[in-house]
């Protein structure tokens, strides 16, 4: 695992006078699981924002998938999926005007799109929806789709945020197989979740709390450092911010 | 004891979408009641009805002695409702919208204080901030200061911990324990399994059906077979390997283990060797004890 997804060194961020990544410095590799745990208000959201090239770094160097973050934003999204759970999918669009839509965005081929597309329904046995309105989607079947969605253009790189908040517990395991499934195929797959059992299934872990990584390893490295049963009690040892 | 809700064949339709279906449960006085699913099960729909808020196509509920269509002006005295989504108004101060709640009630802040003194010290110190400037943790204090400040006898808190980070769920659970001094009824639901742990007794529902009602321990003392917990270095390819081996009849990933059950309650002497050919290393395969969520996926395989 050398080839560096992610170089993150010295980065900060502040709006006005508040440091909401204060000098954060990391790397991801090829085909790992990554997970970026933290509180509410630790600054996941604003790193995240920054490394999908949303949002440009007030000091420091970002490099995604190739590319700098200080000028070259516009190539580090072409070259990310990113998938949340509030939005992904048009829901007054059907499935396959869904994937087209992304696919064209992407800067993908016609001719892609189209084979892409009849592979994506034929994996998600999904044949039967093609035609449906996301709106009419269970949110389970909804996910996998923004999943595989977000993963149309084979990105390096996927960044998925709470994707499984509020979906049912086979669901959530199914989802996460295809989590390992994508990564097995060499893409970095980058998540955050407040499900803790969730954060065991990844490769390394990182923790934010108020705006810096306050630990970074594999699950097992991290409980065996803290002397604790499970990633959950790690996370309540060290996230815990001091006001709130 | 009485029952502080009781509710019978409650069901309801939006258009051809069956929201719930014939539920029925009851719910002691002081309480703490779960109901445990995920979105779209029919929990908030459940819940609109047991406040007043919606009237049921079919059955009835009983709150607090009282019935939910004809007794709705009186119930809704008797009521502490946290919804979903924010219930703030983002642009008046703590403050301000605890006063607001209190007054709508026709009571006052300083005349229930002692209810909500533990939850609301933790957010005084901000109480000239605008709501919608808290943090998440902050906003849900408050939110829960609101519903409390008329002295409810049942207080229904729909999903009050989704989104909220695992520290800030672990003090909101520590703070609805303080309220049982108070003898208040909590109704409240979550799609994160764990906090089942922390109800007196919990309904598990999906798809608008419950699957079961009992104590969380006895919920999990339901599981129908010995449950067995499988370790390796390739996690990904234990569970494809599992699957595949005759013998297993469910594989799932449970936190840094694969949770498995096999036909005779046994474990095969071939599945070390089936998982070495295919690549699997490290293996250990020790008996476990089903958690909740273990019980939730064999009732939803059954349902299925």
């Not at chain 1, 006005?16 to 509410?40: H, K, M, P, T």
């Not at chain 2, 909500?116 to 110190?125: F, M």
């Amino acid at each position: 695992m050398e080839n560096q997804v992610i170089k993150v060194r010295n980065l900060v961020k502040k709006f006005g006078r508040f440091v909401a990544n204060d000098n954060l410095s990391f790397d991801v590799y090829e085909g790992e699981i990554f997970g970026f745990l933290g509180a509410n208000g630790a600054g996941k959201t604003t790193a995240i924002r920054i490394l999908s090239g949303l949002s440009a770094p007030t000091s420091g160097e970002v490099i995604v998938a190739g590319f700098d973050a200080n000028k070259q934003s516009e190539k580090i999204k072409k070259n990310i999926g990113y998938m949340c759970q509030k939005f992904s999918l048009y829901e007054d669009l059907t499935v396959k005007e869904n994937i087209t839509l992304y696919g064209g965005i992407y800067g993908m081929s016609k001719q892609l799109i189209k084979e892409r597309t009849g592979e994506l329904l034929e994996k998600l046995n999904f044949r039967d929806y093609e035609n449906r309105l996301i709106a009419d989607l269970p949110l389970g079947l909804r996910q996998k789709l923004a999943f595989s969605v977000a993963i149309l253009h084979e990105p390096k790189i996927v960044f998925l945020d709470e994707p499984t908040g509020g979906v049912d517990p086979i669901t959530r395991r199914q989802f996460w197989e295809m989590i390992y499934e994508t990564a097995t195929r060499g893409i970095n797959v980058f998540v955050t979740t407040h499900y803790m059992d969730e954060a065991e299934y990844c490769d390394r872990i990182s923790i934010m709390s108020e705006g810096r990584i306050v630990a970074l390893d594999t699950p097992e490295q991290l409980k065996k450092q803290y002397k604790a049963a499970s990633v959950e009690e790690v996370f309540i040892k060290i996230a815990r911010p001091v006001v709130n | 004891m009485n029952n502080a809700i009781e509710s019978s064949g409650l069901s309801k339709s939006f258009g051809s979408a069956r929201a719930i279906r014939n539920i029925s449960f009851s719910v002691d006085e002081s309480e703490i009641f779960g109901f445990i699913g995920p979105d779209g099960a029919g929990k908030t729909t459940l819940f609109r009805i047991i406040t007043t808020l919606l009237l049921p196509d079919e059955g009835y509920v009983k709150v607090l002695g009282m019935d939910s269509v004809t007794d709705y002006k009186k119930l809704r005295k008797e009521i502490g409702y946290m919804p979903g989504r924010f219930s703030l108004y983002q642009d008046l101060s703590v403050e301000e919208n605890l006063s607001f709640y209190a007054t709508v009630f026709g009571t006052t802040v300083k005349e229930n204080y002692d209810l909500i003194s533990d939850i609301y010290s933790h957010i005084e110190p901000f109480k000239k901030r605008l709501a919608g400037q808290l943090s998440g943790g902050m906003k849900q204090k408050l939110a829960l200061s609101c519903a409390l400040i008329h002295k409810p006898r049942l207080l229904v808190l729909d999903e009050p911990t989704t989104g909220v980070d695992a520290i800030s769920r672990a003090e909101f659970w520590t703070m609805l324990g303080k309220l049982r001094k108070h003898n208040i009824t909590i109704l409240v639901s979550t799609p994160y399994m764990d906090e089942a742990m922390r109800c007196d007794r919990v309904a598990l529902i999906q798809k608008g059906e419950i699957l079961a009602v009992d104590t969380p321990r006895k919920i999990m003392l339901g599981f129908s077979r010995k449950l067995f917990s499988v370790k390796a270095t390739e996690k990904y390819r234990l569970i494809t390997a599992l699957r595949q081996f005759p013998a297993t009849i469910t594989a799932y990933p449970f936190g840094d283990s694969v949770h498995a059950t096999f036909t005779g309650d046994i474990v095969d002497p071939g599945l070390y060797d089936h998982l070495k050919n295919n690549g699997v290393t490290h293996v250990s395969v020790n008996e476990t004890e089903a958690g909740i969520e273990d019980r939730f996926l064999e009732l939803m395989n059954k349902t299925a």
